[in-house]
T-cell receptor, first 114, second 113 residues
Framework: DAGVTQSPTHLIKTRGQQVTLRCSPI?????VSWYQQVLGQGPQFIFQ???????GRGNFPDRFSARQFPNYSSELNVNALLLGDSALYLC?????????????FGPGTRLTVT | KNQVEQSPQSLIILEGKNCTLQ??????????LRWYKQDTGRGPVSLTI?????NTKSNGRYTATLDADTKQSSLHITASQLSDSASYIC????????????FGTGTRLKVLA
């Protein structure tokens, strides 16, 4: 069974551009969460989606948005990129939205903003 | 403010030795605590999850403890191996209406031959 997959693996953008990151959860998982991990720091929660609806949001500006599709895959969009958006973006899936369900992380997308 | 603090920030040990990593949290109301292992450039992988009523949980050479009264957890690694070199992240989940995981900044462990 495939784990959580993310694409692309690496991405280089310039300031002001927009970027879309993609995530496919483990088969059967209905919840997808997005995290930002700056080098040397722990991941910071951005969004959780469950059954195609936003169920949680971290302290990120409105430049960050996401959505979940009927097949439970998800996209994270970041507009007007800043240098500080350079980070590893992690996607995690779980069967349910409850915090007791185990989260399985993907390998991440490394975004570099120049 | 909900916070998770880990110590030490980094640790170097020789292969075969034991080590203990610490996690202190101020998250309330507490739901559960997880320890993750994260290899460089990869996503975190879960090692253990503990709820309020659990004091100890083991996963092979990894043993996690939880003291909910003092809001402290530790991860003990026995007979370390080179492959244990990674960052170890403590994550506490808040039991509120809002979905929330609070991550620590991790302890970077280096095991030397």
């Amino acid at each position: 069974d495939a784990g959580v997959t993310q694409s692309p693996t690496h991405l280089i953008k310039t300031r002001g551009q927009q970027v879309t990151l993609r995530c496919s959860p483990i088969s059967g998982h209905k919840s997808v969460s997005w995290y930002q991990q700056v080098l040397g720091q722990g991941p910071q929660f951005i969004f959780q989606y469950y059954e195609k609806e936003e169920r949680g949001r971290g302290n990120f500006p409105d430049r960050f948005s996401a959505r979940q599709f009927p097949n439970y895959s998800s996209e994270l969009n970041v507009n007007a990129l800043l240098l500080g958006d350079s980070a590893l973006y992690l996607c995690a899936s779980s069967y349910g939205r409850d915090r007791t369900y185990e989260q399985y992380f993907g390998p991440g997308t490394r975004l570099t903003v120049t | 403010k909900n916070q998770v603090e880990q110590s030490p920030q980094s640790l170097i040990i020789l292969e075969g030795k034991n080590c203990t990593l610490q996690c202190n949290y101020t998250v309330s109301p507490f739901s559960n605590l997880r320890w993750y292992k994260q290899d460089t450039g990869r996503g975190p992988v879960s090692l253990t999850i503990m709820t309020f009523s659990e004091n100890t949980k083991s996963n092979g050479r990894y043993t996690a403890t939880l003291d909910a009264d003092t809001k402290q957890s530790s991860l003990h690694i026995t007979a370390s191996q080179l492959s244990d070199s990674a960052s170890y992240i403590c994550v506490v989940s808040a039991d509120s209406g809002t979905y929330k995981y609070i991550f620590g900044t991790g302890t970077r462990l280096k095991v030397l031959a």
